[in-house]
């Protein structure tokens, strides 16, 4: 499966983003799907992630009730919106697909299909 991540942009600070992320050549809908950061010192962090049919998601602390993630398996897409963005959430953005069960799905390791990231700078 290839994904596609996009959305990304120069933003201030209270702001508000949506990014798409596009998958081919799999249908996504038997996948739970994640998001992930990447900071320019390459810490990289998990921002949440959404279950295969959408009935459930998880987000890191720092990012509820800030940013949410929808999917539309219909059109093979995963969206992550992001309100209230800060300067801290100024890193590179990657959507991915997991296999793994729901319980492991904040685990890096467990994502093996990661699309091409898309920045996102908060900056006034």
């Known amino acids: 499966v290839q994904l596609q991540a996009s959305g990304g942009g120069l933003v201030q600070p209270g702001g508000s983003l949506r990014l798409s992320c596009a998958a081919s050549g799999r249908t996504i809908s038997y996948y739970h799907m994640g998001w992930f950061r990447q900071f320019s010192e390459q810490r990289e962090e998990f921002v949440g992630a959404i279950s295969r049919n959408g009935d459930s998601t998880r987000y890191l602390e720092s990012v509820k009730g800030r940013f949410t993630i929808s999917r539309d398996n219909a059109k093979n897409m995963v969206y992550l919106q992001m309100n209230s963005l800060q300067p801290e959430d100024t890193a590179v953005y990657y959507c991915?697909?997991?296999?793994?069960?729901?319980?492991?799905?904040?685990?890096?390791?467990?994502?093996?299909?990661w699309g091409q990231g898309t920045q996102v700078t908060v900056s006034s």
């Open positions: 991915a697909v997991t296999q793994s069960i729901w319980a492991r799905v904040d685990l890096r390791r467990e994502y093996p299909y």
